[in-house]
């Protein structure tokens, strides 16, 4: 009955628009059920930055790192985003936001990869270029 997530974990979500992080929680895990869903809710934030720029990757970093103190951390990315900005937010994440030295970082992509075997290939380009296939975890509702 223990929880499921360390209570060291952090669970951030990012995005362009401010919001108000009560109203974002109560909207994005109205499933969320049982005793521990308030310890989770605790472990939940929110940071608004830009998917093109790489100073609010830079400046997510930073956040990230007063979130896990000065221990190994570990980093999983996972992207919801459109596939327009895809390239730019893998980027960006490879060239500040990975985990310190002593932890992993790993991207779960879950969207479209691409509109066809062309587009895919161009992604599929891009996230090879900054990461390992074994940091890369695809869903991929339309390709298979």
């Known amino acids: 009955d223990a929880p499921l997530l ?9 995005g362009r628009s401010h919001v108000d992080l009560g109203a974002f929680l109560t909207k994005q895990c109205v499933n ?7 310890s989770f809710l605790a472990q939940c934030t929110y940071f608004s930055g830009s ?23 570990n980093r999983l ?16 994440v490879k ?5 310190p030295k002593g932890g992993w970082t790993r991207l ?8 066809d075997s062309q587009s895919f290939e161009t992604l599929n380009s891009i996230t090879s ?4 296939e074994d940091q890369l975890f695809r869903i991929d509702h339309y390709l298979g």
Request: proline share 7%; charged share 25%.
């Open 51 to 73: 998917y093109d720029d790489k100073k609010s990757f830079e400046t997510l970093n930073d956040y990230l790192g007063r979130l896990e103190g000065k221990r190994p951390a």
């Open 129 to 132: 270029n900054c990461f390992t």
């Open 77 to 92: 990315f996972f992207f919801s985003v459109p596939p327009d900005v895809f390239g730019s937010v893998c980027s960006n």
């Open 95 to 99: 060239a500040a936001a990975c985990a």
């Open 108 to 115: 779960l992509v879950e969207k479209p990869f691409g509109r």
């Open 6 to 14: 360390p209570c060291t974990a952090s669970i951030v979500g990012f």
């Open 32 to 38: 969320v059920k049982g005793k521990h869903k308030e």
